[in-house]
């Protein structure tokens, strides 16, 4: 048939034309077709490692799966061939999840999409058998409390493990023993402003004191054996020398009592 004859509106029947001549078109259940697809979801294969990526475009083959639907509505399976090593990958519909399902020649990788909803899908299932059902809420409750408790007691656990391999900080050591040095420091410059000055009078008193030790190392020198002289010039000599005591002790005696006098003043 050429491409006008197709287009025609009218068929040519001969006289002789009888339609129950005619053989019927038999179609095998599991006939299958060619057709162009792409990767479903990102799969590795198990023949020879070769990652294929979700979109990548193959020729496949797809056929109608036997002995199982969804609600009515039947399944189909699909064949690829690996870009590496030609070895073939086959994955199905799944029309409960809105997705595919990997059935064999590859491994299909992790996803995170996929696992948050189908923790979605079991939180929410979840929830909706506790509202139904109240003492599987009080169940559910009972088992996350004590799972509350048991992680608590464990996080303890931990820490006091960590804190028996904890080295020594040396730096902090350092700091440590510093700041201490300086808090001695600031402690003993304050104890020292604090400490208790010596008044005026007192200041006198002491310079007198020292004045009254010097006078009597002199007078200890005075008092020197000297060379002996005749005995009419010894004579006067030590008259002289006893009359310079007496004058001297009468100076101490008289120094000694002003400043009595002052201090009780």
Avoid: W
Avoid at 47 to 60: H, L, M, Q, R, S
Avoid at 156 to 175: A, C, S, W
Avoid at 198 to 220: F, R
Avoid at 232 to 238: C, H, R, S, T
């Amino acid at each position: 048939m050429t491409g006008t004859e197709r287009k025609t509106l009218n068929k040519y029947y001969p006289p002789d034309f009888d339609p129950r001549k005619i053989p019927k078109g038999r179609f095998e259940p599991n006939r299958q077709y060619v057709i162009r697809c792409m990767a479903p979801f990102n799969m590795r294969c198990n023949t020879c490692g070769e990652y294929i990526y979700k979109g990548k475009k193959f020729n496949a083959r797809r056929e109608t799966v036997q002995d199982e639907d969804y609600l009515g509505l039947s399944l189909f399976r699909f064949y690829i061939r690996c870009p590496g090593c030609l070895a073939e990958i086959t994955f199905k519909t799944d029309l409960k999840n809105c997705d595919y399902t990997q059935e064999h020649g590859a491994t299909r990788l992790f996803e995170a999409e996929k696992l948050l909803r189908q923790e979605q899908e079991k939180v929410q299932k979840q929830e909706e058998e506790d509202k139904t059902n109240p003492m599987k809420m009080l169940e559910t409750r009972t088992k996350m409390s004590r799972f509350e408790m048991e992680s608590l007691e464990r996080l303890e656990e931990l820490r006091e493990i960590n804190m028996r391999k904890l080295k020594p900080n040396y730096e902090k050591i350092l700091k440590d023993m510093e700041k201490e040095k300086q808090e001695n420091l600031k402690r003993q410059e304050q104890e020292d402003e604090d400490f208790p000055k010596i008044k005026p009078k007192e200041e006198k008193q002491i310079k007198k004191a020292k004045i009254g030790v010097v006078d009597q190392k002199k007078l200890i020198k005075n008092l020197i054996v000297r060379k002996k002289l005749p005995s009419a010039d010894q004579e006067k000599l030590d008259d002289h020398d006893n009359q310079i005591k007496k004058q001297s002790l009468q100076n101490i005696l008289c120094d000694y009592g002003s400043s009595s006098s002052n201090d009780s003043e």
